[in-house]
Nanobody, 115 residues
Framework: QVQLVESGGGWVQPGGSLKLSCVAS????????MKWYRQAPGKEREFVAH????????NYAESVKGRFTISRDNALSTLTLQMDSLKPEDTAKYYC????????WGQGTQVTVSS
């Protein structure tokens, strides 16, 4: 079965950095586009970043463009999100996502940006 396990979240001061990882299993990772989403308390889940199967196409939400970098290692079935210049409004639970026969989500990893 498809499993997505996120890690790397935590607390950081504004302007700081964090690197999130998502280890995937149960499907052929290299064949699928992967995405990151986030959900802040009281808000809907929102798109953050997307990377194509071979990594040749990448796009970001406007709110994170220039600060976040999505990447993937198909040999390790791992998706990453490097987050720099973090802002308090980036505080949210971050989720890894893949669409195979249906949408699959990890359990999420919490990112808190505050002073």
């Amino acid at each position: 079965q498809v499993q997505l396990v996120e890690s790397g979240g935590g607390w950081v001061q504004p302007g700081g950095s964090l690197k999130l990882s998502c280890v995937a299993s149960g499907f052929t990772f290299r064949d699928y586009h992967m995405k990151w989403y986030r959900q802040a308390p009281g808000k809907e889940r929102e798109f953050v970043a997307h990377i194509a199967d071979a990594g040749g196409f990448i796009n970001y939400a406007e709110s994170v463009k220039g600060r976040f970098t999505i990447s993937r290692d198909n040999a390790l079935s791992t998706l990453t999100l490097q987050m720099d210049s973090l802002k308090p409004e980036d505080t949210a639970k971050y989720y890894c996502n893949v669409l195979t026969d249906r949408n699959y989500w990890g359990q999420g990893t919490q990112v808190t940006v505050s002073s």
